[in-house]
């Protein structure tokens, strides 16, 4: 039996146990783990499986060794590095998430471009913070125009 919906949440719980889930997850996995894709792939869905795309880019600066890319890593389903190296310029990970709407019904194809920034390259590149001289550490999420 489904778990009924948690307050304010907009997406179907324990959608991903059900058969059409499950039949989603199959195009995002490899041997059971997160498959990685490039900026430019995306996961090839059966024909049957029409599935509307929304696209995010995610910014994750801040100061070295403070677990930006751990944090990027256990999001997308991968190896969290052990031994710490700064990360030099800007490290692009890409991951899809599918979900089902609550009150449409519809299922989602999230795509999340996560962008990984060291602090070396933050000095290099200031022109990228998102408010410079605020100096804010943080996330900041920004859907790409023309998606959803």
């Not at 498959?35 to 996961?43: D, I, N, S, T, Y």
């Not at 696209?55 to 590095?81: D, M, N, Q, R, W």
Request: glycine share 8%.
């Amino acid at each position: 039996m489904a778990k009924p919906p948690a307050p304010g949440s907009v997406i179907v719980p324990d959608w991903h146990e059900s058969a059409e889930g499950k039949e989603c997850l199959t195009c995002i996995l490899r041997r059971n783990r997160r498959r990685v894709f490039g900026l430019l792939e995306r996961p090839a869905l059966p024909p049957t499986m029409a599935i509307d795309t929304a696209s995010y880019k995610i910014f994750v600066s801040g100061k070295s060794g403070v677990g930006k890319t751990a944090l990027v890593a256990k999001l997308a389903g991968l190896e969290v590095p052990v031994a710490h190296h700064e990360t030099t310029g800007i490290q692009t990970t890409v991951v899809f998430w599918p979900a089902k709407l609550q009150v449409s019904e519809r299922v989602v194809m999230f795509r999340f471009e996560f962008w990984d920034c060291g602090e070396s390259a933050l000095r290099k590149f200031d022109h990228m913070l998102p408010e410079p001289g605020l100096g804010l550490n943080g996330l900041r999420v920004l859907p790409l125009l023309g998606e959803l």
